[in-house]
């Protein structure tokens, strides 16, 4: 007994070390703000507790980092010149495997809602309902082309019904919260442009949060975004959504969910 529960602690031990090794917090200087760029495969949903629909992105096979080599390197090189990041150069704390400051490279063109029931008379099945969907996110991307300076003061700005619907902390903080350097990003699918849709998210991926159906562990995929209804249909009833996202190299995603309206 004694050697089992013995080897069993040196197991544990061993195990401890060799994940904290290599999860090894280092400082470096960084030329860029995003220090990782991903490419999505897809993107999935699922609805919150509040019933709105939760947005992330799933991974793809490829990415770029500031640590890359080759032709990855050129890849980050090119993404970073596209989104004017090129100068921040500040020190980084980083932890290497544990996502921070990352962003899907994906550009966005427009994002669409549609059911499959009629929702108004305005609005009949199979329209868009990009009029009374509302679009909730955050990204540097403000940040990052005002010369690294201009940043968002979430706690002084009207922005409690945000971090209300975000329930999940940003890098390394044990609290609920954004880091400065993310702009909100709010609006009617409608009324949003290319501009608006860039660089979604909180830039994190050891995230968790809280859905109908599950608790997402860390990894499972990166936030960009939340849609939720401004207007309610005119009888209650479940609608299938159809969510479609139009990217810049020509793919449209799209992805079906459940809603219950009451």
Known sequence: MKINVLHQ???CAICAALFFSCTRVTEEKIRSYAVLFWDASDFAM?????????????????????????????????????????DYKKKTRYIKYIGCREYFSEEIL?????????????????SSLSGIVRFL?????RFIQSGYKDTYDW??????????????SFCYSNEASVAPQHHLVEGLLAELNQDDLQLLGTGSSTI???????????????????????????????????????????RSLSQTIEKTFY
């Open 9 to 11: 602690f040196f197991t």
């Open 110 to 126: 427009s994002i669409d809602v549609v059911s499959n029931a009629d929702f108004d008379a305005e609005r009949p099945a199979g």
């Open 155 to 168: 706690e002084g700005r009207q922005t409690q019904e945000f971090l209300s619907r975000f329930p999940f």
């Open 208 to 250: 968790s949060y809280q859905t109908e159906s599950e608790l997402f562990p860390y990894g499972s995929g990166y936030f960009f975004g939340y849609l939720s209804f401004v207007q309610e249909p005119d009888a209650p009833g479940v609608h299938e959504l159809t969510v479609t996202v139009l990217l810049a190299d020509g």
């Open 46 to 86: 699922e609805l919150t507790d509040n019933r709105d629909v939760v947005m992330f992105w799933t991974n793809g096979s490829g990415y770029a980092s500031f640590e890359c080599k080759g032709e990855k390197a050129k890849r980050y090189d090119a993404l970073c010149k596209k989104f004017n990041d090129l």
């Open 137 to 141: 996110s955050a990204s540097p991307l």
